[in-house]
């Protein structure tokens, strides 16, 4: 018997040590949406939290499973960042319901819509019916490819995570301070690479890029998809075609989710190119955080568009 | 914001004033040109400084004004500063364009028509299987769901039949409970397997497999089959690592279509289940459950049916092309214990089932499916099917099933084709997992 006690003994210090150590190092649990969410949350909070993002970056995020083991992740839950405007409407409600979570419920201070202070851009004004697609009645929700809304982003989950941890205010405000120097220094950088290309014309496959082409001054001018979220007919892509010609359009950008088969018989028909540009973090390997996603997005527009306009 | 747009353009075109006669002097189009450019850039980064800073202010003053947990006006999202063309200025409305403001707290309302149509010689000389008329607007779903207060939600299912309305479900949901506890009350589809909490629309099929109808208590007037009945519903996560284990605890009143009758007050029926799930990959999962339930049957208040169940979905669906490829395959056993007045009838039913995905809108898929009766246990009917699905958009499906079912009691055959066309209007509900 008491050969046992020792090693019980033992045990059970071990186990309430690791607990002390654990509530002195306690972080805040924030899990993201998406993979861009939970990047500018790591510039934000640094090792101050821990973050899992539900949607990875190669997916299409209007199409996410609501697994079980999402469950288990929004259950620890401290903080949940959503995007909004009704991109997860899909997948999030039951998460959140079947989540057994109060702190991260909408409304309750650990549920942040990151869209409430970003700037927003298609929000439908008029009538608006499901015959126009799967359209989006709070406005495009794929604003997080305009830097300026990720720093606005930032800003919100600045301000949320100091209001869960106080204690790390100061450490808040400062990583985000030090990110919103480098996100300036790195706009001056992409401004620069795509200043030659304003007013390119361009065909995206979903209305995912409003926001990266308006802040860089490239112009969309028609889409794959007929409609949001409406596979592509030959009788819009015989329109398109014609449409590309006559305005001599010659990059299409597409999400890595998407079949890339019609994108290219387009492109071969108007002498044109395909490129896979990364929507959210972790859509191509080299797009590992926020200011990596632009890197990468901007090298490469800025590539395909030397190459089609020769300036 | 309006008084920045237009003192932006007065301010630069003075500007441009002042500068030109310079350029003038020198007579240098170039410089000109260059120092056009130049205050371009310049008035447009001061515009985006602008619009940043408004944002900012704006940000704060609505973190300022949305300090109280429950805020005094419904949540609306503003149209920050600087958007231009984005649309109306000032708050939206979340659910809709409200006339009145009352409407603003009116239930997401959501309505799936189910059209059906079947051909074939459905002459089985069986009552097992509800006969499936020619064409028939069989069951359409009315849905209404909001959040009834911070500790609660609440979701109601009508099952809107040709001639008359049923509550599918009606239930309330309180999901902030201590304890990790996820309490559901009000009548409910019971969490006996996998198949039973499925609604009819989101069914991999047309129809229910025969266990459904044979165990579960369907009956020939009654093609939605399955235990539905009012009661209260306990449910709670086992912590196991990254494991999803999840307990359930449910107990009815004791009437579930020809499955359970309750006589008396005390005649409840209960449940038990637990669930796991566990991801093999970012691609694949595996879920596995198994239950349990009793309830007094037909018979009277001294004779039980209990059900035992086992279930197991593998689902394969690749992330990057999870639009266009997926893969399901279900097993789902049910065995019966029916006390009855000189014996016991013990029967046993299963089906298996698998989907797959061949492009963004085309799906196909086949079922087995084999039951005993409860009633009679010796006579064992049997089923396969094979599914076409095709989906023109998120919120439509048409489908045609070809089912073969062999019935047990005089060895008669069954052919027919089956024809579905599912249509979504109102809100946008969540997919079924």
Known sequence: ?311 | MRTIGIRMPALAAAVLLAASPAAAQTNDVQALRQEVEQLRTELASLQRQYADRLAALEARLGAAQGAPAVPAVPPVAEVPAGAAGAGPAGPLPVYGAPTAGSKIFNPDIGMIGNFLGAVGSNQGGSETIAPTPFMTLQESEASFQAIVDPYARADFFLAVGEEGIEVEEGYVTFPTLPGGLLVKAGKMRANFGRLNAFHNHSLPWIDRPLVMYNLLGGSPDEPDTGIKDAGVSVNRLIPAGSLFLEATGEIYRGDSGTLFKTARLRDFAALGRVRGYVDLSDDANLETGVSYTRGHNDLGSGFITELYGTDLTFRWRPLSRAIYRSLAARAELVWSRRQEAPSLQRAFGFYGSLEYQLQRRWFVGGRFDQAERALNAAVRDRGVSTMLTYWPSEFSQIRGQYRRTRYGDDRRVANELLFQLLFTIGAHGAHPF
């Open chain 1, 1 to 311: 018997m008491r050969m046992l006690v020792r090693p019980v003994v033992a045990a059970m210090a071990a186990v309430a040590l690791t607990a002390v150590t654990a509530t002195a190092q306690s972080k805040v649990n924030v899990v993201t949406s998406t993979e861009d969410l939970a990047s500018i949350a790591r510039e934000v909070g640094g090792d101050r939290v821990n973050i899992i993002a539900l949607a990875r970056g190669v997916q299409d995020p209007h199409f996410v499973e609501p697994k079980p083991s999402f469950i288990l992740a929004v259950n620890r839950a401290d903080l949940y960042i959503a995007v909004g405007r009704e991109l997860e409407i899909g997948w999030l409600p039951p998460l959140l319901t079947s989540s057994r979570n109060a702190r991260i419920q909408p409304g309750a201070r650990g549920y942040l819509d990151a869209s409430l202070n970003v700037r927003i851009l298609d929000i439908p004004t008029g009538q608006i019916t499901r015959a126009m697609g799967d359209v989006h009645p709070l406005g495009n929700p794929h604003y997080w490819l305009d830097s300026g809304n990720g720093r606005r982003i930032a800003q919100a989950i600045r301000d949320k995570l100091s209001e869960l941890a106080p204690d790390g205010r100061a450490s808040f405000a400062q990583r985000y301070d030090d990110f919103d120097r480098r996100l300036a220094a790195a706009e001056k950088r992409w401004d620069a690479a795509l200043a030659p290309y304003k007013g390119t014309k361009l065909v995206t496959y979903h209305r995912s890029w409003p926001n990266f082409m308006d802040r860089f001054g490239l112009e969309v001018i028609g889409y794959v998809e007929p409609k949001p979220g409406i596979p592509p007919s030959p009788s819009h892509i015989l329109a398109l075609i014609e449409e590309m010609k006559r305005q001599m359009v010659k990059v299409i950008v597409v999400e890595p989710y998407f079949s890339l088969r019609t994108p290219q018989s387009i492109a071969s028909q108007v002498g044109g190119r395909v490129l896979v540009l990364a929507p959210s973090v972790g859509g191509a390997k080299e797009a590992t955080d926020y200011i990596q996603l632009f890197e990468y997005n901007v090298r490469l527009l800025a590539a395909a568009l030397k190459d089609v306009t020769g300036k």
